[in-house]
């Protein structure tokens, strides 16, 4: 299945996540490296694509592992996945990052929405069997599903924003982003 | 709960909420085991869609996070209402960081000093750097309150009272820098006002900072100084 120049990473291969983070939280920097060996390449392409700009992305890949170290002992695993936990973080700063650069979040409608339709990065450098399976269950989302979902994950739009960019009215927006997500749960999770 | 708020899940789980927002359906979670369920479903969901972008860093990224991390304290386990007393954890590093101080004050002091990086005994607290015997303070009026600063060269350590600070509003946090010929290193956020902060006693010439940043840590400051300080001057 590889391409030349890929590198397949298996998504449930590898170090378990969840134990590597309570080796961290007690202080373990070898887990915390496994940890980044592990991580970085999600953190780092998730940023990369919310925040576009490479050297914004190494600082908020840098941002998200030094929470992580940080509040290790923190995360609670009782209360979700370990890897979810570091998604979320390195979303919530993308996220920020993207939305104290107005220059960046006020591009025009017209290139937002080709961003949309146009997601594939020249320089991705791994594909990984979660492409594949995230990829087939996005496309069971109907379009305003997607669209909804893509541009408030991906580009950083409050679900408002959002609203206003498709023209469509707030409830609309916020169910659709909901029943979205929903859909794409249970997709993924029909694939296990 | 009103169904309306609920519907909110799902753009709560894609951060796509205004702060406000956020800080509502926060409080509706805490009371909403159902609700907790399906956010936390949906983050699943759309954490393995941004794993589906997988870029690798750059190489060098690691080594620079690595270090970063080398120089960070870590916070102990939040304690809850159920386990009042300290965990292990904590102890084993309370216990840690006294072994760290006694080396220092039992004569390998020169030795540490003489490596330059001093991040193992990061772990003395605010109390120990104002007590070491040869600990200078200075009370530093800012335009947030008053900021109360010690420092021991035995130690190696500067330390902050951050107690007389006004608490921050919404989600920002105080953080600390040390700035060196114009360029600023973050020291990490101040996570608990009352008890303030410990860091290494930086080289001449290098200025401590703190300035308010976006909750977590900003890698560069993105908002002028509150207040600035020579640690030669006090």
Excluded at chain 1, 157 to 165: C, D, I, K, N
Excluded at chain 2, 91 to 113: C, E
Excluded at chain 2, 208 to 226: L, M, N, Q, W, Y
Aim: negative net charge; proline residues 4%; hydrophobic residues 40%.
């Amino acid at each position: 299945m590889s391409e030349p120049g890929l590198r397949l990473v298996s998504a449930h291969g590898g170090a378990d996540v969840d134990a590597l983070v309570g080796r961290v939280a007690r202080g373990d920097a070898s887990a915390f490296e496994a940890l980044y060996d592990e991580l970085s390449s999600a953190v780092f392409g998730l940023a990369r694509r919310v925040v576009r700009d490479p050297a914004r992305a190494e600082d908020v890949t840098q941002e998200v592992f030094l929470e992580v170290w940080r509040k290790a002992a923190r995360f609670d695993s009782a209360l979700g996945k370990a890897k979810t936990w570091v998604m979320t973080i390195a979303h919530r700063r993308a996220v920020d990052a993207v939305r104290r650069s107005e220059s960046q979040k006020r591009q025009d409608t017209k290139a937002a929405m080709d961003d949309v339709s146009h997601d594939e990065p020249a320089d991705r450098v791994i594909a990984s069997e979660e492409h594949g399976a995230v990829r087939e269950c996005m496309e069971t989302l109907t379009d305003l599903q997607l669209e909804s979902v893509r541009l408030a994950y991906f580009n950083g739009y409050t679900y408002s924003e959002v609203a206003t960019l498709l023209e469509k009215p707030l409830p609309t927006i916020k169910t659709r982003m909901r029943d979205g997500l929903i859909r794409l749960r249970d997709c993924l999770e029909g694939q296990r | 709960m009103s169904t309306d708020l609920h519907t909110l899940s799902g753009a709560y789980a894609v951060n796509a909420l205004s702060a406000d927002e956020a800080r509502l359906f926060d409080t509706h979670l805490e009371g909403c085991q159902a609700c907790r369920d399906e956010v936390r479903e949906l983050q699943d969901a759309a954490a393995r869609m941004g794993a589906s972008e997988s870029v690798a860093p750059p190489a060098a990224l690691r080594a620079r996070i690595l270090a970063a991390a080398d120089r960070e304290a870590q916070l102990p386990p939040r304690v809850t209402s159920i386990s009042a007393a300290p965990s292990r954890r904590w102890t084993s590093r309370l216990v840690a960081a006294a072994a760290a101080v006694v080396l220092v004050l039992t004569g390998g002091f020169v030795a540490l000093q003489s490596q330059g990086d001093d991040s193992n005994v990061v772990a003395a607290t605010v109390s120990q750097v104002f007590k070491a015997s040869d600990a200078r303070t200075r009370t530093v009026p800012t335009d947030r309150g008053r900021l109360v600063v010690a420092i021991s060269p035995t130690l190696g350590q500067v330390a902050v009272r951050t107690n007389g600070l006004q608490p921050l509003t919404g989600r920002r946090v105080y953080q600390m820098w040390t700035i060196h010929s114009g360029t600023s290193t973050s020291q990490g956020v101040v996570e608990n006002l009352a008890a303030g902060k410990v860091m290494a006693l930086p080289s001449e010439g290098t200025t401590v900072a703190i300035t308010i940043e976006p909750d977590g840590e900003s890698v560069h400051p993105t908002t002028p100084p509150i207040v600035t300080l020579d640690p030669q001057s006090v």
